[in-house]
């Protein structure tokens, strides 16, 4: 199967400050990306929907100006939480598919962020 | 809209028993598909199975399948001869033509099993 990988895999940062979390399709190109959130013990809810060359789609209730996601090239999506306080602790998973409708998505093996 | 429910919070087997994770779903897509995914507790998420909606026949793979029975909206997953290795939050997903490749997930099961 296809490999994607995310970094860091666990970050703690000081309130007020940003985190870049990268996320990488090793091997192949992914036009589109997905970021998702996870709260303990919860399922994972879909951020945004990451669309290189172009603007990120957000959900309903994700709030664009605090979740920057930039998708500058078919392997590389990169979301940053602005100002980051503790309430944005969480496990962020990043996914990338290979455009075929049966095939599933591959998803990174995630990134612990927790925020003091 | 879509939608995804899973309605075990937790399930307990015991090691060599075979189990079923519940799902049902919603959709008014005509075509979709169905994923099946094993979280451990590392986080990474497992890609198990998955089912067209177009499948005549259930997908199996090793130890996995899925019931499929579209009438109803069901899509459960099957496990058979559990072993201690599967004790994981399991989540169905699916996928429909609207939203392009987004998966839609459930709440999830949690399967601890016994030895």
């Known amino acids: 199967g296809a490999v994607v990988s995310q970094h860091p895999s666990r970050v703690i940062c000081k309130s007020g400050t940003s985190v870049k979390i990268e996320c990488r399709s090793l091997?192949?190109?992914?036009?589109?990306m997905f970021w998702y959130r996870q709260f303990p013990k919860k399922s994972l809810m879909l951020m945004a929907t990451?669309?290189?060359?172009?603007?990120?789609?957000?959900e309903q209730g994700v709030e664009k100006d605090k979740f920057l996601i930039n998708h500058a090239s078919l392997t590389l999506s990169t979301l940053t939480v602005t100002s980051a306080h503790p309430e944005d602790s969480s496990f962020y998973i990043c996914s990338a598919g290979r455009g075929f409708t049966e095939e599933t998505q591959y998803f990174g093996p995630g990134t612990r962020l927790l925020v003091l | 809209a879509q939608k995804i429910t899973q309605t075990q919070p937790g399930m307990f087997v015991q090691e060599k028993e075979a189990v079923t994770l519940d799902c049902t779903y919603d959709t008014s897509d005509q075509s979709y598909g169905l994923f099946w995914y094993k979280q451990p507790s590392s986080g990474e998420m497992i890609f198990l199975i998955y089912q067209g909606s177009y499948d005549e026949q259930n997908a199996t793979e090793g130890r996995y399948s899925l019931n499929f029975q579209k009438a109803r909206k069901s899509a459960n997953l099957v496990i058979s001869a559990s072993q201690l290795g599967d004790s994981a939050m399991y989540f169905c997903a699916m996928r429909g033509i609207q939203g392009a490749q987004k998966l839609v997930f459930g709440q999830g099961t949690r399967l601890t099993i016994n030895p």
């Open positions: 091997d192949f190109q992914a036009t589109t």
């Open positions: 990451s669309n290189e060359g172009s603007k990120a789609t957000y």
